[in-house]
Nanobody, 123 residues
Framework: QVQLVESGGGLVQAGGSLRLSCATSGRTFSRHAMGWFRQAPGKEREFVAGISWSTETPYYADSVKGRFTISRDNAKNTVYLQMNSLKPEDTAIYYC????????????????WGQGTQVTVSS
């Protein structure tokens, strides 16, 4: 069974940092693009960052560009999201997702999802 398990969320003050991790089963990671999405209360889910399988090319939403860094460790079947200079508007549940092929910003294109981890940024 395919599983994605996020960790690393928590409460942090504005300007602080958090590092999210998403551990996956081996079958999911190979040849799969990985994405991070988030959903704040009362808002739609949005793309945050994605990384391709073969070239490990990163993609970012404009709102996090320059502050967040996505990376993957294929040997550990894990994808990371380093979040710096956090703002209150980054508060959301963060989900990782996987899809075979290229990175898409549309979450509907992803096949597998984790259960989410809460990130709360206080002002």
């Amino acid at each position: 069974q395919v599983q994605l398990v996020e960790s690393g969320g928590g409460l942090v003050q504005a300007g602080g940092s958090l590092r999210l991790s998403c551990a996956t089963s081996g079958r999911t990671f190979s040849r799969h693009a990985m994405g991070w999405f988030r959903q704040a209360p009362g808002k739609e889910r949005e793309f945050v960052a994605g990384i391709s399988w073969s070239t490990e090319t990163p993609y970012y939403a404009d709102s996090v560009k320059g502050r967040f860094t996505i990376s993957r460790d294929n040997a550990k079947n894990t994808v990371y999201l380093q979040m710096n200079s956090l703002k209150p508007e980054d508060t959301a549940i963060y989900y990782c997702a996987a899809r075979l092929g290229a990175v898409y910003i549309d979450g509907e294109q992803y096949d597998y999802w984790g259960q989410g981890t809460q990130v709360t940024v206080s002002s």
